[in-house]
C-alpha cells in the first residue's frame, strides 16, 4: 500500500531525519507520532503528494485518482471561505459518480453520523472550532478513497466527537481500508492504535505503540 525508499523530507537542504525505508501493507492502522517540529505532519503530506520529498521516492498502491483522501489541520484552512457547512461536507464526493438519489442519501447520513444536523447553511466562520473538525471528518466520511491520511483528528473534539472519531477510525479500518494518523493524544494512541512510527532527528523507528510510546516518553524527560 505505502512504500517509502531512501525517503527524506524538511526544508530544502535540512533533512528532519536520516532516510527512511518503510513498507506498510494495505488494511494497517498506524499512527505517527514524535516531537513538535519532528516532521510528523510534513511526512503526511509528502505520502499526500502536497510536499515533494529531498531526495527518495514514495510508492503508493492506490488508484491515481480518488485513491486518496487527506484530512489537514484547521489552521490550514480559510475559514473566512463564503461556502456553507453542507457545501464543505459536500465536497468529500468529488470524483464520486454515484447517482444523485444515494449521494443525498449518503450526505444526510454523514451528517448525522457526525451530529451536524441543524448547522447544514452555517458558514464555516460560524463554526466552533469542534463543529468544523466534525464537518471536516464528514467529509472524509464520503469519500471512498482506501488510503486515509488523518492530521491531528482529534483536534477541537469534545469528548463525544473523540468517541464518534474512532468509531469512526475503526469502522473504516474494519472496511480494509489504510490509515495513518498524527496524533499527539499518547493515550489514544495507545488504546486504539497497534502500531506506530516515532519520528526522531537520530532515525524513524516502527513498531508497537506501547513500547514506542514508552520510547518517546523517556526521550521528553531526559
Not at 447544514?120 to 463543529?131: F, V
Request: aromatic residues 4%.
Amino acid at each position: 500500500m505505502i512504500g517509502c525508499h531512501a525517503l527524506r523530507w524538511g526544508a530544502p537542504g535540512q533533512p528532519l531525519t536520516p532516510a527512511l525505508d518503510f513498507e506498510l501493507s494495505q488494511g494497517s492502522l498506524i499512527a505517527i507520532i514524535g516531537a513538535n517540529g519532528s516532521g510528523k505532519s510534513s511526512l503526511l503530506k509528502v505520502i499526500a503528494g502536497l510536499q515533494k520529498p529531498l531526495a527518495g521516492k514514495v510508492r503508493l498502491s492506490v488508484p491515481l485518482k480518488g485513491g486518496v483522501a487527506f484530512l489537514p489541520q484547521q489552521q490550514h484552512l480559510d475559514r473566512q471561505f463564503p461556502i456553507s457547512l453542507q457545501a464543505l461536507v459536500t465536497a468529500g464526493f468529488w470524483g464520486n459518480k454515484q447517482s444523485s438519489e444515494l449521494r443525498s442519501q449518503r450526505l444526510k447520513n454523514a451528517l448525522a453520523n457526525w451530529h451536524l444536523n441543524g448547522l447544514e447553511d452555517r458558514p464555516l466562520m460560524a463554526l466552533s472550532g469542534g463543529e468544523l473538525q466534525r464537518a471536516l471528518l464528514a467529509r472524509l466520511s464520503l469519500t471512498d478513497a482506501p488510503l486515509l491520511l488523518l492530521d491531528e483528528p482529534h483536534a477541537a473534539l469534545d469528548e463525544l466527537g473523540q468517541a464518534l472519531l474512532w468509531k469512526h477510525i475503526h469502522d473504516w479500518n474494519l472496511e480494509g481500508r489504510t490509515l495513518v494518523i498524527v496524533c499527539h493524544d499518547l493515550d489514544a494512541v495507545r488504546e486504539h492504535i497497534p502500531h506506530t512510527l516515532l519520528i526522531k532527528s537520530s532515525g524513524c523507528v516502527f513498531g508497537p505503540s506501547t513500547e514506542l510510546i514508552r520510547q518517546s516518553s523517556q526521550a521528553q524527560v531526559a
